[in-house]
């Protein structure tokens, strides 16, 4: 897919504040400092489009970015920093919780892991309280750059190894770095083919 326009639409913290449920929309979710901001600016090929700092915590709001005059993609603020609380059985907030319960257009959730680290509870957790409420979901290993090919290998056939335990067939799985561009034909394929498949 080519990406010929993404801009900057709209940044807040209440899901009736988001653009009108009228497009297509993919979101990026997972732990602070994972890298999602870094992946929505290697995806558009816009490396200014989105926030990124070293600092976990960094966006804090839902962001969305219209694609192409025809579709969303929405950054959300990492979990496990900021946003969540104590007494949220999945330290989600509120906010990310009544968004991905309630976004009509949602098409998917893309769930980004940190290629370097081991399949945290967290992170299970979560994918599989999106699973139980029949939300759709792909994983995306970030920062694929940071390690060798075959540490790399064994990071993918853990994180496999771990999901074949409770899911019958995998979800759609990807490797990235925002770094190097690995897994941009990839991912945006696949959103290719989500919104055709809708269409
Ligand atoms: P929050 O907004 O805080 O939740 O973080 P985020 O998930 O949006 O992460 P962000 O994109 O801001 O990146 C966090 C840090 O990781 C930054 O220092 C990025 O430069 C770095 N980073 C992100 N993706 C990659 C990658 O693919 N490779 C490498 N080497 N560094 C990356
Ligand atoms: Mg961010």
Same mark, same amino acid.
């Given at each position: 897919?080519?990406?010929?326009?993404?801009?900057f639409?709209?940044?807040?913290?209440?899901?009736?504040?988001?653009?009108s449920p009228?497009?297509?929309?993919?979101?990026?979710?997972?732990?602070?400092?994972?890298?999602?901001?870094?992946l929505?600016?290697?995806?558009?090929?816009?490396?200014?489009?989105?926030?990124?700092?070293t600092?976990?915590?960094?966006?804090?709001?839902?962001?969305? %970015?219209?694609i192409?005059?025809s =579709?969303?993609?929405?950054?959300?603020?990492g979990y496990?920093?900021a946003?969540?609380?104590?007494?949220?059985? %999945?330290? =989600?907030?509120k906010?990310i919780?009544?968004?991905?319960?309630?976004?009509?257009?949602? %098409?998917?959730?893309?769930i980004?892991?940190?290629?370097?680290?081991?399949?945290?509870?967290?992170?299970?957790?979560?994918?599989?309280w999106? /699973? /139980?409420?029949?939300?759709?979901?792909?994983?995306?290993?970030?920062?694929?750059?940071?390690?060798?090919?075959?540490?790399?290998?064994?990071?993918?056939?853990?994180?496999?190894?771990?999901l074949?335990?409770? =899911?019958?067939?995998?979800?759609p799985?990807?490797?990235?770095?925002?770094?190097?561009?690995?897994g941009?034909?990839?991912v945006? /394929?696949?959103?290719?083919?989500?919104?055709e498949?809708?269409?």
């Open positions: 897919m080519v990406i010929k326009t993404a801009e639409v709209i940044s807040n913290t209440q899901i009736s504040l988001c653009p009228d497009k297509p929309e993919f979101a990026f979710i997972g732990r602070s400092n994972v890298g999602k901001s870094s929505l600016n290697m995806l558009t090929g816009r490396n200014k489009l989105a926030k990124v700092s600092r976990p915590g960094k966006t804090q709001t839902i962001n969305h %970015y219209l192409n005059d =579709w969303y993609l929405a950054d959300l603020p496990g920093f946003v969540a609380s104590q007494t949220n059985r %999945y330290q =989600w907030s906010m919780e009544q968004y991905l319960l309630t976004r009509e257009n949602l %098409y998917c959730t893309f980004l892991l940190d290629a370097r680290l081991t399949p945290q509870p967290k992170d299970l957790d979560f994918i599989h999106l /699973g /139980g409420k029949n939300i759709p979901l792909a994983l995306v290993l970030t920062k694929a750059d940071k390690l060798s090919r075959n540490e790399l290998a064994s990071s993918i056939s853990l994180y496999k190894k771990t074949e335990k409770t =899911w019958d067939e995998l979800p799985f990807f490797v990235t770095s925002a770094e190097t561009k690995t941009r034909e990839e945006l /394929g696949f959103i290719a083919e989500a919104l498949r809708h269409n």
